[in-house]
């Protein structure tokens, strides 16, 4: 089909950017390290209080941190996004027979597999300062940050071709990036948050998130929480593609 090898042919073309400077992709590990390293053996002492989850403070942690980093690291392409619409280089290529899907497949597809490369790096970190994952869990937790991070990747694209300005553009996201994140129980669970806070995380996506993926590091695949995180990022990711091919159409320097 047109758009598979139109798709294949830009992801090759984002990959091979990356891959000029794989220094980046080390970088981008620095920030979770810290994380991992300075901040999870704090979580120890909560560990013993009521509410906190079962498996520990590391194997508790990492799931949210992989959620961190596909917070953060799916965003990154949307700031060369933005040099190449203002430089001419995606009205070019809408005056092109390239499939539209293509667009933007090429450039989210991207971050995702950066970001799934990361992830698999930080786990084996973690595994190594004592943090217990499920492997089967493991597997299907990163099947569902892959659909995290293509959504976020496919929203960050949106805005960037909406706004059209770098400064603009990353303002949001903090704004924005700031109160999910802390609603969402990435560095603290929220079963240790007051009633209000856990009331208000109800309504972030991402809570369901970091509650399905720590579920699948403890094997518990069957558990409601997986079912209700996997139909929602489905229903998400779809919703985000179709904005940003709408986005992609739209696009004017």
């Known amino acids: 089909m047109r758009v ?11 990959l091979r950017g990356t891959l000029r400077s794989p220094t980046w992709l080390l970088i981008g590990l620095f920030q979770p390290i810290c994380y991992l390293l300075l901040f999870a053996p704090l979580l120890q002492p909560l ?4 509410g906190f989850p079962p498996g520990g403070a590391l194997t508790v942690f990492t799931p949210g941190l992989l959620v961190l980093m596909a917070m953060f690291g799916s965003i990154s392409t949307s700031y060369g996004l ?11 290529f809408r005056v092109t027979p390239v499939n539209r899907w293509a667009l933007l497949l090429g450039l989210v ?3 995702m597999l950066v970001v799934l490369a990361q ?3 930080m786990s084996l970190a973690a595994l190594l300062l004592g943090a217990h994952i499920d492997l089967a869990g493991f597997g299907l937790a990163l099947a569902l940050l892959a659909m ?3 959504c976020l990747s496919s929203c960050a694209c949106s805005l960037a071709l909406a706004l059209k300005d770098a400064n603009t553009f990353a303002a949001l996201l903090q704004t924005l990036i700031t109160p999910v994140m802390f609603l969402s129980g990435i560095l603290l669970p929220l079963t240790l948050a007051p009633p209000i806070l856990r009331a208000i995380g109800l309504f972030n996506p991402f809570a369901y998130v970091v509650d399905a993926a720590r579920h699948l590091f403890l ?5 409601l929480s997986v079912a209700r995180g996997f ?12 904005w940003g091919v709408r986005s992609f159409k739209n696009a004017t320097a």
Request: neutral net charge; hydrophobic residues 60%.
């Open 148 to 150: 995290l991070a293509l």
């Open 82 to 92: 933005l040099i190449e619409l203002q430089t001419g280089v995606i009205e070019r």
């Open 47 to 50: 560990s013993q209080v009521p």
């Open 231 to 242: 139909a929602l990022m489905a229903l998400l990711v779809i919703l985000a593609l179709l």
């Open 109 to 111: 597809l991207r971050d």
């Open 219 to 223: 094997g518990k695949l069957t558990d």
């Open 119 to 121: 992830m698999v790096l």
């Open 4 to 14: 598979l090898r139109d798709t294949w042919l830009l992801l090759g073309r984002s």
